[in-house]
């Protein structure tokens, strides 16, 4: 999943329990089963735009809480992950017990949701207006006998496009439910890719 990088801020301390919260969430909205998290997506779920200021500066608090045995360091694919361990578990668990305050920003997949919807909210006339203008363009080819094979077929990928975009802007603004934090969105992320491409790029049309 992605974030809007001027959503998210400059990397500032933070408590380490806020990090293994973060780890936490991420482990449980990222991963089916809970695996290893990337340095991005953690920086991501603390609200911070990834880079090498972030990462410098994350790195040190990570290496903390790995030699305090809350996290385990592994790596895959050739880079550092991290997941929290049973001991990182307990001190969540206790830090929340003793109602200690860990807000974490919003979530990288609440914000996907968020700027599809609005996205889609925002441009639903245009879209409509697009598809509507490709119907009439030909229903207004059917009769005319100058049209050609090639004709047919440019407006057809037209069509296809347009039907597409439209199609993701309805499910965007009015079938994809708010997600809830409490649990990973259970929508396919290839499939929100897909469409958060569509309807950034409405005019790759032909």
């Known amino acids: ?3 809007q990088a001027s959503e998210l801020g400059r990397f500032h301390p933070v408590p380490e329990n806020l990090v293994l919260a973060a780890v936490e969430r991420a482990q449980h909205h990222e991963s089916r089963c809970g695996g290893p998290i990337s340095m991005t997506r953690i920086a991501q779920h603390l609200g911070f735009a990834p880079g090498a200021y972030t990462t410098r500066n994350l790195r040190p608090l990570l290496g903390a809480l790995v030699q305090a045995g809350a996290l385990q360091h592994l790596r895959r694919f050739s880079r550092d992950h991290w997941a929290l361990t049973s001991a990182g578990r307990r001190r969540i668990s206790r830090t929340r017990t ?3 305050q860990l807000e974490l920003p919003e979530s ?5 949701w968020r700027e599809q919807h609005t996205r889609a909210v925002e441009g639903m006339d245009d879209y409509c207006r697009r598809l509507r203008e490709a119907l009439e363009e030909a229903a207004a080819m059917i009769d005319d006998e100058r049209v050609d094979s090639e004709s047919w077929l440019t407006i057809t990928k ?16 009015r079938e994809w439910a ?3 934090d409490g649990e990973r969105d259970a929508e396919d992320q290839r499939t ?3 469409r958060r491409r569509l309807l950034w790029h409405p005019d790759e049309d032909v």
């Open 1 to 3: 999943m992605s974030a």
């Open 178 to 180: 708010e997600p809830d």
């Open 98 to 100: 003793r109602e200690e």
């Open 192 to 194: 929100l890719e897909d």
């Open 158 to 173: 037209r069509l296809k496009v347009r039907s597409e975009v439209f199609g993701s802007a309805i499910y965007c603004a």
């Open 108 to 112: 990288p997949q609440h914000r996907l």
